[in-house]
Every structure is written in C-alpha cells, then in structure tokens.
C-alpha cells in the first residue's frame, strides 16, 4: 500500500536557523511527488512538484529534492513568515487518474 | 477572487442532521476534489470529477456520503445522518486538463469546518 511519512512532527528554529524536512514514501511506481504549504484554517498552497530522483527545485528560500525514496525540503535562512505546515504527497503510477496521497505534515515554527 | 471558493466556511450541526456543503473550482479547470483532513492530518481522498463524471470515490466515503458535479461547473457534497466522527475540515481542489507528461497540481479552496455536536 502507498505510505508517505513526514518528520519531523514539529520543527521549532531561530529566525535564520536552516534546516531540512523529510518525507518518506512508498508507492508502487512514484509519478510525481508535491509540496504544498498550509496555514492555520486555510487550505494547502501548492509549492513543488517534483517527478524524477536527482531533481531539484527552489522558490525563494524553499529548495525542494528528491531521492528514489525520499524528499527534502530545505528551507535557509527562515523567517516567521514561513512558519506553516508543510505537507508532501505523492502520486503513483498505479492510483488512480488523480488520487494523491498526503503525509501528515511536518509543523514548522520560526521564532523571530 | 479567480481561485477556488468553498461555502460555507464554517458549519455547526447536531447529530443525525444532513448537511450540504458547495465547491466552485476555478472556471477553467475541468478536474475537481474532494478531502477530509482532521487535526494533525494531512487530506485524505474522498471523491473526484472529471467534468460532471464521478469517476472514483474512496472507500472512506461511506453510504452517507454523496457527491455531485451538475454541468461540470460547482460541485456539493451532501452527508446525510452526521455523525461527531464526520467532524472535520472538508476541503475542495481543481486542477486543470493535464498535458501529456505533466502532473498538474491542484490548486485548493480554504475549506469548510464541520463541528458535529
């Protein structure tokens, strides 16, 4: 059965503290990995997507990669404004024609 | 306001009540959701349209469940007899026709939180 597992759980850093998430998963066939950033009451805003291991993407101080098993969300230098949930998901090739699955989430508190 | 709107935001009701809440994806997108998430949780699958076609429910969407996309535009979700285990925040998403070889993201609305009493 398809599995994605976020961690850390929580994740407290200083203003410009870097650091990474992780997000683990196991699909049958990976046809697309996402990230999305959710805030408080609002829904999930979609970030990345990545398709193929070695690939990378960046947004502002978000880098996002992917290995044959897991992903990384690196975020440098942070500040409060990216203290958010970060959920990953995954898309397999065996799902269904959108069905994706969502890990639980890794809560990330950036204090000034 | 072009992205996708949910109403209403917020619903309290007493057990055993029917509820019935509304999507409006983006007007482009011919593709629509429908998630559960719960605190600490991320979304979980419920339902997708593929224009006005139901094309897949989850397991998760039991008999009390019921989906509907008339014309391909809005969709509601209807759950009749709630239950305090159907509390939860009820989100919608779209996403466009996707081009060969590339996943399109699904872009989400801002949710619908259910309290059942």
């Known amino acids: 059965e398809d599995q994605v597992t976020q961690s850390p759980e929580a994740l407290r850093l200083q203003e410009g503290e870097s650091s990474s998430l992780n997000c683990s998963y196991t699909?049958?066939?990976?046809?697309?990995l996402f990230w999305y950033r959710q805030d408080p009451g609002k829904g999930p805003e979609f970030l990345f997507t990545?398709?193929?291991a070695g690939e990378e993407k960046e947004k502002e101080r978000l880098k996002a990669t992917l290995t044959k098993k897991e992903s990384f969300l690196h975020i440098t230098a942070p500040k409060p404004e990216d203290s958010a949930t970060y959920l990953c998901?995954?898309?397999?090739?065996?799902?269904?024609?959108?069905?994706?699955?969502f890990g639980s989430g890794t809560r990330l508190s950036i204090r000034p | 306001d072009t992205g996708v709107s949910q109403n209403p935001r917020h619903k309290i009701t007493k057990r055993g009540q029917n509820v019935t809440f509304r999507c409006d994806p983006i007007?482009?997108?011919?593709?629509l959701y429908w998630y559960r998430q719960t605190l600490g949780q991320g979304p979980e699958f419920l339902t997708y349209?593929?224009?006005?076609?139901?094309?897949?429910k989850s397991r998760l969407l039991s008999d009390r469940f019921s989906a509907e996309r008339p014309k391909g535009s809005f969709s509601t979700l209807e759950i009749q007899r709630t239950e305090q285990g159907d509390s939860a925040m009820y989100l919608c998403?779209?996403?466009?026709?996707?081009?060969?070889?590339?996943?399109?993201?699904?872009?989400f609305g801002p949710g619908t939180r259910l309290t059942v009493l």
């Open positions: 998403a779209s996403s466009p026709k996707p081009l060969t070889g590339v996943l399109n993201e699904q872009f």
């Open positions: 998901a995954v898309r397999s090739g065996y799902s269904s024609a959108s069905k994706i699955i």
């Open positions: 699909v049958s066939g990976l046809r697309g």
């Open positions: 990545l398709y193929s």
């Open positions: 349209f593929q224009n006005e076609a139901q094309l897949e």
């Open positions: 007007s482009e997108h011919n593709r």
